[in-house]
Structure formats: C-alpha cells, structure tokens
C-alpha cells in the first residue's frame, strides 16, 4: 500500500500509541514472523545474544578451520547458515533506542555491541577469505560466481 500522504502514517503512530493498555498486552509477542517476544527482560535478551552469538562464533571457526575442499555449500552455504541463525537478535538495533525498558535498552546495546564486534571479525578473517578464495567457480553458475564474489 502507497501513503499518498505520510502524515497519515503518523496519525496511525500516534493511534497505536494511544490503545487501551488491553489491546498493547494482548500484542506483546510479534506475529511477525520473526516471532520475537517484546516482553523480553534485559536479562533474557543478554541471555537469546550470548547463546546466539556463541553458536555463531563456532560456526564461524568451523568454516575458517575447515581443511576438506571449498565448495559453494561448505564455506557459503555454512556462512549463509550461520548469519540466518544471528537473525534471533537483528532487532537489538531497533529495541535500544525505543524499548521503554532502561535494563532491556542498555542489555540491547550490549548486544549490538557484540554482534559488530563479530561481524568485524569475520569481515576481517583472512582464513575465512581463503576459503572463499578456494572455491571452485569453473562449473558454477552466473549468479554463484556473483554471489562469491560480493562476498569475496
């Protein structure tokens, strides 16, 4: 749906902020689905970033330590894989600026904190990038030599 005019889109901002607690209690957990559960304490936050964090780390060093040929599937697929699963926290960007909760805010910064500091690493991992380099691309299709390279 177009808004011809983005005031209306503000109107119904200001609409949902004035519901009757009621109807916000009854919509605390997304129906998106990403399913994520704006109820949430900091501490189960802190909890969600650094078990999923920690999955990815080790994802990520199974990759980079892999020793068996690199293939579309074992070093882009596993990194494909890896950041499909770091998606249980993409909303910490959003929650630490407008959740009203201080602890979940400040859990929230933390997290973000932590994820860029990954994604820096693995930005910046030779022995990720040599594997990628490994890859076999004579057989692959336009859109894999494409998808390697961008990731290259």
């Known amino acids: ?14 609409n949902a902020a004035l519901a009757p607690a009621s109807l916000a209690a009854e919509s605390a957990v997304s129906r998106a689905a990403d399913g994520w559960d704006y109820d949430m304490s900091g501490e189960q936050l802190s909890a969600l ?17 892999a020793s068996g040929p690199a293939t579309l599937h074992s070093v882009y697929g596993a990194y494909d894989a890896m950041q499909l699963d770091m998606q249980a926290v993409r909303h910490v960007w ?10 979940y805010r400040d859990a929230a910064e933390r997290c973000m904190q932590d994820y860029t500091d990954f994604a820096d690493s693995h930005d910046l991992s030779p022995a990720f990038y040599r594997r990628v380099a490994a890859i076999d691309l004579e057989d692959a299709a336009e859109a894999e030599r494409l998808m390697v390279c961008l990731l290259y």
């Not at 808004?3 to 889109?9: A, D, E, S």
Request: charged share 25%.
């Open 49 to 65: 970033c650094s078990a999923t964090l920690d999955k990815a780390r080790g994802e990520f060093a199974a990759i980079e330590s």
């Open 1 to 14: 749906m177009k808004l011809k005019n983005p005031l209306y889109l503000l109107l119904l901002c200001a």
């Open 94 to 103: 959003y929650m630490k600026s407008v959740h009203p909760d201080a602890d």
